[in-house]
């Protein structure tokens, strides 16, 4: 999930809300972990940020987006009958 929020939002600092991340992982708990692998902290009313001390853009979370990042992950495995390089 922490790679597909920062493949996803391509930029250094951003904030975010937990509500969107938590509808994207499926999972307040898988969300709460992402935020934490990206550096993110809560800086209050729900909103999350990599850079707490400066103004970060702010980042607006699509609920496909860990489907969506598997779905293109997927696209870059071989299929059984092709050898793996």
Same mark, same amino acid.
């Given at each position: 999930?922490?790679?597909?929020?920062?493949? =996803?939002?391509? #930029?250094?600092? /951003? +904030? /975010?809300?937990?509500?969107?991340?938590?509808?994207?992982?499926?999972?307040?708990?898988?969300?709460?972990?992402?935020?934490?692998?990206?550096?993110?902290? #809560?800086?209050?009313?729900?909103? %999350?940020?990599?850079?707490?001390?400066?103004?970060?853009?702010?980042?607006?979370?699509?609920?496909?987006?860990?489907?969506? =990042?598997?779905?293109? %992950? &997927? +696209? #870059?495995?071989? /299929? &059984?009958?092709?050898?793996?390089?």
């Amino acid at each position: 999930m922490a790679d597909a929020l920062t493949e =996803y939002v391509q #930029h250094p600092d /951003f +904030c /975010f809300l937990m509500s969107e991340l938590t509808v994207a992982a499926g999972d307040q708990e898988m969300a709460r972990c992402a935020a934490e692998l990206i550096g993110a902290i #809560h800086i209050g009313r729900g909103v %999350w940020s990599t850079a707490p001390t400066e103004t970060a853009p702010r980042t607006s979370i699509p609920s496909t987006l860990l489907r969506d =990042y598997l779905e293109e %992950w &997927a +696209c #870059h495995l071989p /299929f &059984a009958d092709e050898p793996a390089n």
